[in-house]
């Protein structure tokens, strides 16, 4: 047993030096303070509503810690996350960022976010038909050129219900009428300039 006990023991008693050194190091070091930039996530939205008004992507946190694990944490920032499960209506609904909600490492702590708080505004999530208008480039002089027949006549777009409301038709891509072949056919994509409102299929339509 005493045989076993030394055998090795340089070895032993370095990685023992090693391993007090390194708590000394973590543990020992003056706390220090700095300012990671984190992001937002939004999480466990219910079905049927959407946010309306902007989300905040990202926000600074003020983390105290000794400054190798503070080094760590802004190399690879936690993101810090939302959770929308417990709103189950439209309206308003303010969010403070505590410490739940953010992962950080072992002797790091979280001071103050900055902003501290997030406000969103919830509406019901709205399907609408809307129109979708072709606009007809290079008409030869003297001519007139009319859109005759359009293939799905209407799309279907949906989103936050009051930004939904606000738009009855969405816009296509141009159409270069001399470069038609002798069928006069051409199929486009349509395009919504609101980032929230998204088309429920392929905004495409035949011309």
Not at 88 to 114: C, D, W, Y
Not at 126 to 151: F, I, S
Not at 184 to 189: M, Q
Request: aromatic share 4%; charged share 20%; hydrophobic share 45%.
């Amino acid at each position: 047993m005493r045989r076993l006990l030394f055998r090795n023991l340089g070895w032993k008693l370095a990685a023992l030096a090693a391993s007090c050194l390194l708590w000394v190091v973590i543990n020992g070091a003056n706390d220090l303070t700095a300012s990671v930039s984190a992001p937002v996530q939004y999480r466990n939205l219910p079905g049927g509503l959407e946010i309306g008004s902007d989300m905040t992507e990202q926000v600074h946190l003020i983390l105290r810690g000794p400054s190798p694990l503070l080094s760590r944490a802004a190399a690879n920032p936690s993101p810090v996350v939302l959770d929308l499960s417990e709103v189950h209506a439209p309206g308003e609904k303010t969010f403070s960022i505590t410490p739940a909600n953010v992962r950080l490492p072992g002797g790091v702590t979280l001071e103050r976010a900055m902003p501290g708080q997030i406000r969103l505004r919830l509406e019901r999530r709205l399907p609408k038909d809307v129109r979708v208008h072709v606009r007809l480039e290079h008409v030869p002089a003297g001519m007139q050129a009319v859109v005759e027949e359009m293939a799905p006549p209407l799309l279907t777009i949906t989103g936050p219900e009051n930004q939904v409301r606000a738009i009855d038709e969405v816009e296509a891509d141009p159409i270069d009428v001399q470069a038609l072949d002798k069928d006069g056919r051409k199929r486009i994509v349509a395009y919504t300039n609101n980032p929230r409102v998204s088309f429920t299929a392929a905004p495409e339509v035949s011309v």
